[in-house]
């Protein structure tokens, strides 16, 4: 089995790395792409020392798995010249994951939608993606009929400029001119909270915020799903936290809500203590908290749920997908 990396020197990129090696056992090969400023850098994958390959048609060579974290332009671009030469492209860009023919798919949820046919399979949004491992479970038991999420999203969703930005902020509220000063954001992000995540879109919501209404009706697989979103991004490195009031067809059982997330692989519910993005950072599971019943119907549950927006938002739902694929030997057929 052979598998591409393409970004592989991004935050998420060396995230996919580390997982893969896990994963997959030593005899899988290995291809690492990303730009031509990295071109000839080394990496190593199960202590093995790998050249950085410029992405480029040239170096494109057949592979069974080509997991893409380098942006949608370069997704847009390149990724059916990895499946011409007979890969499955896994991609965290936004550039297919409304198509009808692409699925859409977290792990734990709908990979079952993933066959031999689909060799283009997006990963869903960052946010959108921990917020439906939460509500999964209750849409098996009480069906969702509506959801109002407001998400507070960490700088490193934007990438390492972004991460970079914040940590000279930082030095320099501290010390000032001891960092560049350069802002990633159009306002300081610091010790802040912008309340706009995205870019904006014509109808005054952001791309990120129409992300959340459109991808989770279709991994949900809820056309009529109401969503009235809003994302804010916070001073936070990593660790995406949704405030959400989900309104059901059903009347909500607080405890048995609480069991369904608890049984739902992926998914942890924290009795006892507030999870933030400090506890979610490096962690696998989508933690969800202070759970409770509407104050004004008996249909409307509202929950906390944070997660580490580089794992399950990105980089582990990308290489617990590609394990799929070869378990299943879907890439074989």
């Known amino acids: 089995m052979n598998i591409a990396i393409v970004g592989a020197t991004g935050l998420v990129g060396r995230k996919i790395i580390k997982l893969c090696e896990e994963f997959f056992d ?17 990496l ?10 410029e992405l480029n048609i040239r170096n494109i060579e057949p592979c069974d798995i080509a997991l893409f974290s380098a942006g949608g332009v370069r997704s847009k671009e390149y990724a059916n010249e990895f499946v011409d030469r007979g890969a499955f492209v896994i991609d965290n860009s936004s550039t ?3 198509n009808d023919d692409i699925p859409l798919v977290v792990y734990g949820i709908n990979e079952n939608t993933i066959n031999e046919k689909t060799k283009i399979i997006a990963n869903p949004n960052c946010t959108t993606m921990a917020l439906v491992m939460a509500l999964k479970p209750l849409h098996d038991i009480f069906k969702l009929v ?20 914040l940590n000279n902020e930082l030095l320099n509220l501290q010390n000032s001119g001891s960092a560049p000063d350069e802002k990633y954001y159009k306002t300081q992000i610091a010790k802040n909270v912008i309340p706009v995540a995205g870019n904006m879109t014509e109808n005054g919501y952001t791309d990120e915020e129409m992300k959340f209404s459109n991808e989770s009706k279709k991994i949900l697989n809820i056309p009529n799903l109401i969503v009235e979103p809003s994302n804010a991004r916070v001073g936070v490195e990593t660790g995406h936290g949704i405030f959400c009031s989900a309104t059901f067809e059903e009347d909500v059982d607080v405890d048995k809500a609480i069991e369904s997330i608890n049984l739902f692989e992926g998914v942890e519910y924290w009795a006892n203590d507030f999870p933030t993005p400090v506890d979610a950072e490096g962690n696998r599971n989508i933690f ?42 879907i890439y074989s057929r």
């Open 288 to 329: 969800v908290s202070r759970i409770r019943s509407g104050l004004s119907s008996k249909k409307i549950l509202n929950f906390w749920a944070v997660g580490d927006n580089l794992l399950k938002g990105a980089a582990l739902n990308a290489v617990q997908i590609a394990s799929y694929i070869q378990k299943n030997d």
């Open 96 to 98: 297919f994951r409304m």
């Open 44 to 53: 190593s994958v199960n202590d093995k020392d790998l050249p950085i390959k």
């Open 146 to 165: 509506g959801i109002v999420p407001v998400s507070y999203q960490a700088v490193s969703g934007s990438g390492k400029d972004a991460v970079e930005s």
């Open 26 to 42: 030593s005899s899988v090969e290995f291809q690492l792409f990303a730009s031509k400023t990295s071109e000839g850098k080394i």
